[in-house]
């Protein structure tokens, strides 16, 4: 089982362009989760996904948008990049509502 | 609006001595709590959780306590070790989708 798995790893964007990150669940999980992590801070929630609808939002601008396929796999976009963008981003997945994996996280950095 | 805090941003122990990670939570309607474990480029991991009808769970080399009326939240390690250097993230939930993270302790463990 490979886990929660990111790509990229790493990103470099201009500040106005958009980005498209990628997360592939753990074998067995249907729920995933978009968490913005700026260095030196703990994860703030970004949405969830569930049977590819956004079930719940956090305080995040529309210029954050994501997808949940049919295999449960989820990408995060991001619009209009702002250098306040820079941050990990980290996709969590579950079974329903039980316990969170983390995945490693993509690192965005805007200039 | 809701917050998760943590009293201290660093803590240095001795290996071999016991760790305590504090954490303050605003929202009284918090009814789920987690530990994780966040090492250096790699997302949290989970390491505990506890339900708000209990105040105390233990796990191996872990220990949760919950005290609701001051709204604290602490994890104690036993016989801390070199790998668990991490920083540690405490996260509430009050029955909905999305997890409330603190902004963290780093645990030194000092051979």
């Known amino acids: 089982d490979a886990g929660v798995t990111q790509s990229p790893t790493h990103l470099i964007k201009t500040r106005g362009q958009q980005v498209t990150l990628r997360c592939s669940p753990k074998?067995?999980?249907?729920?995933v989760s978009w968490y913005q992590q700026a260095l030196g801070q703990g994860p703030q929630f970004i949405f969830q996904?569930?049977?590819?609808?956004?079930?719940q939002r956090g305080n995040f601008p529309d210029r954050f948008s994501g997808h949940q396929f049919p295999n449960y796999s989820s990408e995060l976009n991001v619009n209009a990049l702002l250098l306040g963008d820079s941050a990990l981003y980290l996709c969590?997945?579950?079974?329903?509502?039980?316990?969170?994996?983390f995945g490693p996280g993509t690192r965005l950095t805007v200039l | 609006g809701e917050s998760v805090g943590l009293h201290l941003p660093t803590l240095s122990v001795q290996e071999g001595d016991n760790s305590i990670i504090n954490c303050a939570y605003s929202?009284?309607?918090?009814?789920?709590f987690i530990w994780y474990k966040q090492e250096s480029g790699k997302g949290p991991q989970f390491i505990i959780d506890?339900?708000?009808?209990?105040d105390k769970r233990q796990g191996q080399r872990v220990t949760v306590l919950l005290n609701k009326t001051v709204k604290h939240l602490s994890l104690q390690i036993a016989a801390t070790q070199p790998g668990d250097s991490a920083v540690y993230f405490c996260?509430?939930?009050?029955?909905?989708?999305?997890?409330?993270f603190g902004t963290g302790t780093r645990l030194k463990v000092l051979a």
């Open positions: 996260a509430e939930n009050t029955g909905t989708y999305k997890y409330i």
């Open positions: 996904y569930y049977e590819e609808e956004e079930r």
């Open positions: 929202n009284s309607a918090s009814d789920y």
């Open positions: 074998s067995g999980h249907d729920t």
């Open positions: 969590a997945s579950s079974w329903k509502r039980s316990e969170q994996f």
């Open positions: 506890i339900r708000s009808n209990m």
